[in-house]
């Protein structure tokens, strides 16, 4: 009947007269639009797909106009003429460049297509995000993009149901669970260890359970498929124009008929699959990189595929083949019903997929630091974007999803972009993107800021992108004014560095009061850069302490030369054996010159840290893969450390200078005031005279006890997850690779104990980590390859930069304690999540003119508790200002901290300065479904442990009136809602 009624409507079609119009109303087919299952046959679901890279070897608009327009253009021609077909439409970036250039009849048409489930979005985030190196707020913020597109012009029906990773290189635990609170049923991907693979294609495993969440309970349970053939084609069926395979001949008199033979080899091939999976259900990939750009002759040679299954009805083990167009919902669905009607037991995983070897020796564990700065700038962007948008919210300004930063950060999540696989000159287009948007943030800010102050003059608001190299025009002067911004919602004080010429220096606060500054020298010699730019290099550094600056507010801060006699601090070349505070202090071993020991929180441990480098091996190391060469396994110490200290450096900051080779260098800081210690280090150009790519690390070895390989890691920067060196839990480990099998991704921090202590490092971007031996952890920092790894990038990792190699710099926070007892009461895992959200979402240095009145403001009435984070603050209708996205997010894991682990309660009614909530509807995560309205798989082998009094649990939440302004939060939940709100 189905199938009757969409060909009526198609007829209408192609009298141009589209029968359904876009409303938000119309009912959604939902699953009911999948094609006809049969528990007694075996089902072939083709899925139709072009997997569309946001940038690789082309940059997104490349790509886009050489080959993703034809692609969508001749796919919603073709389906339009075909009822019976499907296809998926993955990238949002992509198809909101496709949607601006259709005429409003395409538009309806493509409305059509989506209401009758024809054509279905899947993922439909901005990007295919990477998992290993991405961050969970910049993939939060990039599906929100993406879906809120979606939702905008094409309605709900259009909502994605399932997540699809099928090129990602290894899978995080922490995605899945995103994409479980976002509302999704299901998951599928490719990319999984050779090891693992096999052994789920003996098990029947492929299809799984995924308990995405150690805190989340049943709701971060998502169904998981891996594909069989990767997600291609299978061999010799394809039909792309790109492809050499014969099209389908079903004229017995020609001379090429191959009717029969193609259907019967493809029945041989799905019964090959079908023995490696769970149920009578198999998805057939039918695309590949960029297909279907003339998807005509796609859909014909398919139609004749399907058709001669009914011609020629070949059978497996006498079981019928049900051969159909379909979509990897609809497989899951299929599986599902499967499941039901069988009792069949899916596996359940509940570790992750990193890191992934697609062989022997061939370890994707180099893409955790490819390319650094690039890694570092992605993150950088994030602070600002968050910051932008809460000042625009703010500022009343409307949601625009045409934002440049969020579109850029939406491009970089990409996984050819923030792993650091593309090619460089791709690499250049996305930094030039991120450039632009934060420009453009900038100026938005600032305007918005002005307005909100009700100030005559602009604040003028200008950024720095190049402190952190020591040029900066706005503090080459005498005299500048900056307004730093404080994006938690709490308070927080911040060590705030800014590039300035040699003088006295006095820094006035915004009660007129002095504040202790000194100078110091920058951490490296960056005239290489003035050589090409011509840009000043300052050749000083201004250190002091922004305290307490507001929750969601800021301080202004006035800086004026008083004389031109330095005050700068002497550096002189020593051995050191000790620096620091009473309290908290650093020993140093003054035969190497290299850490001792570190002493904070009230414990002294054990650490020697060192640079290292391993020794790439040729044509096997590279963008994606980490092979250090099989001769010298081990990581290589440079040798002896020269230090340097400052003499009368004054009461904020003390620091000791390393220098091992002039290309490898780093400040060790001991704040006065924080509970961890920095590491700065600036590494680069690496020397590969001796014709050795090398990947350099830092590796810091610790006095703990024993810890037996055991290390732990964060997934995208919220749960940590524990690892086992040399050991997989869920298939057996062969150790090839001691080195980069061992290597995980971290996003925010990795950690190692004992019974007593604990010791983490915590850094500023993503970087592969691990810890080889007892009691030690290391970082890999920045790689030079000589070669390329053959994974397609077809270029050597070996970055350039101001006419040199890449120079890297950045900064570890490295904090110890008492596992039980770190600082103020708390666990080290609580002063843990404290530091990383506070180098996530740094506060912000805007320079002003000098009119801006030294002041400090927040913008909210009271603080969060230290347990709650205000994850998104954002402008939320597109004509006025009246409707926020707000998400509220408890920071600790179940367990962490006997106090701060709890769930915790906030009466938000009262939380903001100028204005004021009078209402909130719940969504799920992305902010594209009212949480009433999501009804996702649950799955009969699956027990509701959940209790029903905890805020977890869908039916408290639904039972919320929306004009009650008490949020409860449960360890790790997020909760989005849209406010309405009314300015004061
Ligand atoms: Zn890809």
Known sequence: MKIIGIIVLCVGVIQG??????????????????????????????????????????????????????????????????????????????????????????????????????????????SMNDEADVHYQSTIDQFTLGLRFIEDVLGKCARPKGGWQIDPFGHSREHASLLAQMGMDSLFFARIDYRDRRKRHAEKTSDMLWRSSANLGTSSNIFTSVLYNHYSAPGGFCFDINCSDAPIVTDPDSSEYNWASVVKSFANYVNGQSTHYPTNNVLITMGDDFQWQNAEQYYINLDRLIEGFKKFKPTISDKEINIIY????????????????????????????????????????????????????????????????QILALGQKPYNGDNLLSQAMGVMQHHDAITGTEKTMVERDYHKRIAKGMETAISDISTSLTSILGLEIDLNLKLCLLANVSICDESDKDEFTVLIYNPLARTTSHYIQIPVNDGTWKVTGPSGEEVENHLTNPIRNFSYISKITEDKILPKVLFFRAENLPALGYKVYRFEKVSSVSNSVREEAMAVDQMGFEDRYVDFDLDTGLLKSITINGVTLGVKQNMMFYNGSARMTGAYIFRPDTDYRDAIEFGDVQTSVLINDGNIVREVRQMWKDWVTQIIRIYKDEDFIEFDWAVGPVDISDHHGKELITRYSTNLEDTDGVFYTDSNGREIIDRQKDYRPTYRYTNEEPQAGNYYPVNSKILIKDETNEFAVLTDRSEGGSSLNSAEVELMLLRVATDDDSRGVGENLNEQEFAQGLVARGSHFVTLGRITEGNNGRTMAAVERDIAQRKLLQPWVFYTSEETPLEERSFLKKELPPNVHLLTLESWNATGGNTFLIRLEHILENDEDPNLSQEVTIDISDLFDTFTITSMKEFMLAANTPLEESNRFVWPQVVENESSSSPLHKKNRLARDESDLKITLAPMQIRTFVATVEFN
């Open 17 to 126: 007269k589209p029968f359904i119009n876009y409303t938000e109303e119309s009912t959604c087919p939902g699953y009911d639009a999948c094609h006809t299952v049969y528990s007694d046959r075996l089902n072939v679901h083709l899925v139709p797909h072009s997997h569309d890279d946001v940038g690789w070897l082309y940059t997104v608009d490349q790509y886009y106009y050489k080959r993703v327009q034809y692609t969508i253009t001749t796919v919603v021609r073709s389906l339009l003429d075909n009822p019976e077909g499907r296809f998926i439409q993955v990238e949002t970036a992509f198809f909101y460049s496709w949607w601006k250039e259709q005429s409003d009849e395409t538009k309806a048409q493509v409305r059509q297509l989506i209401n009758e489930g024809r054509l279905e979005i899947s993922n439909g985030a901005w």
């Open 326 to 389: 379909s979509t990897p919902s609809c497989y899951a669905k299929a599986v599902k019903d499967a499941v039901e009607a069988n009792n069949i037991e899916l596996n359940v995983k509940t570790d992750d997929f990193f890191p992934y070897a697609d062989g022997i020796n061939s370890v994707w564990s180099g893409y955790f630091t490819s390319r650094p700065t690039s890694k570092r700038l992605e993150r950088f962007a994030n602070n600002l974007h968050q910051i932008s948008k």
